[in-house]
């Protein structure tokens, strides 16, 4: 069996859900605005293939049609809007998607209190873990982050100064070892935080409002 195909005439819907990306094929008809939001850790790329859509970020505008893209970056305020008589299909992609996914804001600009969505909104099960279970491995995978990073920080403490040296000679080679055992020590970092992510999201949706 072949990995997953979209189709973006097809696959009107989120195709990709993790924590560090959601991404989707999205389809609006002419008129139809979007409310406006900003994400506290995603960047969201929007690429449009059919139609025509208004963007406006940061108080910036710009009209986009077919084969174009552009960028909200973190914390930057958005907002698009269909133009023209035609529908509109774009992709979207957020990334990292870690819980509370939008930031909305008042009429002075202030944000709004924190917004936690439902996981069935981005077509991603419910996980039925009782909470307590949960929030017990959240704090499990809280001190493998921490324990990794120490681990990490003591590796830099010992490489730092022969990558520097290295460099400063035009050692190459001792550069590239040092490096490499710098990110040997890094990349568990990384993993375990985006387990921590995962399990944030299972938690947040089911422990208060959404």
């Known amino acids: 069996m072949g990995f997953p195909v ?10 990709q ?16 605005e979007s409310g406006g939001h900003s994400h506290d850790l995603g960047h969201e790329v929007f690429l449009i293939l059919q139609g025509r859509a208004e963007f406006t970020i940061e108080g910036e505008t710009e009209e986009l049609g077919p ?19 035609e529908p509109m299909t774009m992709y979207l992609s957020v990334t990292p998607h870690i819980q509370p996914t939008h930031t909305m804001r008042d009429d002075r600009g202030r944000n709004l209190p924190h917004r936690f969505t439902p996981s069935s909104t981005y077509g991603v099960e419910t996980d039925t873990t009782p909470i307590p279970d949960i929030l017990s491995k959240l704090s499990d995978a809280t001190r493998s982050v921490a324990t990794a990073a120490n681990d990490a920080l003591a590796v830099q403490a010992e490489q730092t100064e022969t990558l520097a040296e290295a460099l400063s000679r ?5 550069a590239s070892d040092a490096r490499t ?20 999201n299972d938690v947040a949706p089911r422990a208060g409002r959404t």
Do not use: K
Not at 192 to 197: F, H, K, N, R, V
């Open 17 to 32: 859900v993790t924590p560090q990306i959601r991404s989707r094929f999205l389809r609006m008809e002419p008129g139809e």
């Open 181 to 200: 055992s710098i990110w040997d020590a890094l990349m568990p970092v990384f993993a375990q935080t985006a387990e921590l992510a995962s399990l944030w």
């Open 67 to 85: 084969g174009e893209m552009c960028v909200a970056l973190v914390d930057q305020f958005h907002s698009l809007r269909v133009i023209g008589d």
């Open 6 to 15: 979209y189709d973006y005439r097809i696959d009107v819907r989120n195709v």
């Open 170 to 174: 035009g050692d190459e080679d001792a």
